[in-house]
């Protein structure tokens, strides 16, 4: 009856939440999309401080088994808590002080009664039993699951990357971004003569005859999809970042034949953590440290264990600006340690807070490394990337993203705030203040919008609307009236929020000197000469809008 009656819940639940779901028809989603995304009360009324999963890889048959303990503390009472755990995985058991507790699937979601209710503010812990052969990834990291590869020497190559479906594909938790365990073991057994590196510090090896169990310790909070297994025959090399007095491990895990090559293209990284450590403060989780983990497939941003599958080529795959040369993957990647990781997302709906601001990051790593008309000019290559098809924002308790203009359009948003406020000390300062101020918490996008409002001193309410809430950019529309020897220009700013301000400005010299032509308040009249109009360029390069010029109706020459 219990189960039923949770089902009648839920449904109203999906009605309710989905039909409110902003610019989104809630026919669009369905009730397993609510039980993955929304905080019923089964979820809320516990809170995880600690996984232990214990896995064991089986690489013939592509299969997993294993446990994982749940230590949390009851928020409220209850007697009855969610899970999750893809329904192609099999539960064996969910014992409970020597108890066997019952269960009930429904879809992906895994419901566990307790044979009494459970008071509010105490500790429990339960450990689930389950074995299954997970989801294989078609496209990783793109799409999620394992990827199952052999080297060149026909040995086990395997990783897994599950952001955005869940990590719950592969093991079961409360997988919901709202709640991230404060610490975490990994403890993984693969066969003889492979290494499984995970997150976090190496605490031991156990070896027996046919295997070694790998036991990894995560010293942070980490949610959920960032935890990972790398199982290879891996060669190991590492190093020391120093800051001040202080020395973190870096750790680099590499296929055999590829070591002399990523000893030397890995030098890049200790001048990378240093210019993050400047923008952002120190490395986040340095009792961890740092580590890159040879992938097959292009990366992933997982805490401590930062996949890499660059093929250890300059840019994207070797595509880059001809004057600079980075690593794309690892400076993105490593920027998520910063954002994504550390300050990380309550909904998936805001995770323009994870890629806006670390592919924002890429762009003060350029002008960092090589200087602020560079960074301009890898800006103007993000905004080619820019689509402009829907909402950054996506509909929330349903785990759904917006659009991928959060990465492009979400980093030319804060380089667009940055010249509002027009104060870089303010701006830098600001941006570390978020980094530090809201480190290991999880957050949503109104908590982001308030703190930089309030810190920079400008309320910048109309430009996330603008920017995170409406699909289409400002317009600066210009009409162009040619008479005798003059150019007469009117410029107003269409598709606008209400408040919008964007102090617009023009160069008629090449952009040696700029002059405000428009703070979206009122149309705007000048008149320029024809060599003038010739030159006339607009601050593109500062403020995310679109120029639409047209000639007037009547032309007189």
């Known amino acids: ?79 009855r808590i969610q899970l999750d755990l893809f329904a192609n995985m099999t539960i064996d058991s969910i014992f409970f002080h020597r108890l066997h507790l019952s269960f009930q699937r429904d879809g992906n ?45 026909g040995k086990p190559w395997i990783g897994v990357a599950c952001e955005g479906v869940g990590a719950s594909l592969w093991w079961p938790n409360k997988d919901h971004l709202s709640d991230e365990p404060d610490s975490m073991r990994i403890s993984c057994e693969v066969p003889k003569g492979l290494i499984c590196v995970a997150n976090g510090n190496l ?77 952002f403060g120190p490395y986040p989780f340095w009792k961890d440290g740092y580590a890159l983990v040879e992938t097959p497939y292009l990366g992933m941003e997982h805490q401590g264990a930062i996949s890499y599958g660059n093929k250890y080529m300059r840019g994207y795959l070797g595509q880059q600006m001809a004057d600079i040369d980075f690593d794309y993957i690892i400076v993105h990647e490593s920027g998520h340690e910063y954002w994504g990781n550390s300050v990380s997302v309550k909904d998936y709906a805001d995770l323009w807070i994870h890629e806006g601001f670390c592919t924002y990051t890429e762009a003060l790593y350029v002008e960092q490394r090589y200087g602020y008309a560079t960074a301009l000019r890898y800006l103007q290559g993000q905004l080619l990337g820019i689509d402009n098809d829907k909402a950054i924002i996506g509909p929330y308790n349903v785990n759904a993203e917006g659009s991928g203009d959060r990465y492009n359009k979400g980093a030319w948003m804060l380089h667009t705030i940055r010249n509002l406020v027009n104060n870089d ?42 920017y995170l809430r409406e699909k289409d950019l400002p317009i600066l529309s210009v009409v162009v009236d040619e008479k005798c020897r003059k150019v007469l220009l009117t410029a107003r700013l269409e598709s606008a929020v209400a408040g919008l301000f964007l102090p617009i400005k023009y160069s008629v010299d090449g952009g040696k000197n700029w002059l405000l032509l428009f703070d979206g ?15 006339l360029r607009f601050s593109t390069h500062l403020l995310l809008f679109k120029v639409e010029t047209e000639k007037a109706a009547k032309t007189l020459k």
């Open 521 to 535: 308040t009122a149309n705007k009249n000048i008149t320029l000469t024809k060599k003038e109009y010739l030159l």
């Open 425 to 466: 000390s303010l701006w830098f300062a600001t941006l570390k203040g978020v980094c530090l101020d809201f480190k290991f918490k999880t957050v949503d996008s109104k908590q982001i919008e308030n703190y930089l409002s309030q810190h920079l001193g400008v309320d910048l309410s109309a430009v996330f609307n603008q």
């Open 203 to 279: 605490e031991r090896e156990e070896k027996a005859a046919a295997s070694s169990v790998f036991h990894w310790m995560v010293h942070y909070p980490i949610n959920n999809y960032n935890v990972t297994l790398n199982i290879a025959d891996y060669a190991h090399f590492s190093e020391y970042y120093f800051s001040g007095k202080d020395s973190m491990a870096c750790d680099y895990y590499v296929l055999p034949q590829h070591l002399e090559k990523a000893k030397e293209h890995f030098k890049q990284v200790k001048p990378m953590l240093a210019i993050y450590e400047q923008l």
């Open 109 to 153: 979601t895994v419901f566990v009664d307790f044979p009494g209710y459970l008071m509010e503010n105490t500790q429990q812990t339960i450990t689930v039993f389950y074995h299954g052969v997970p989801t294989t990834a078609k496209n990783a990291p793109w799409d999620g699951g394992f990827v199952w590869k052999k080297d060149l020497n």
């Open 1 to 79: 009856m219990l189960f039923y009656s949770l089902q009648l819940r839920t449904i109203l639940f999906t009605f309710v939440f989905l039909f409110f779901a902003h610019f989104h028809s809630y026919t669009q989603f369905t009730h397993s999309d609510t039980l993955r995304g929304f905080l019923s009360a089964e979820r809320s009324c516990f809170d995880v401080h600690y996984y232990h999963l214990r896995i064991k890889v089986d690489t013939v048959a592509r299969s997993i088994s294993g446990s994982n303990e749940i230590l949390f503390s009851t928020v409220s009472q209850t007697e």
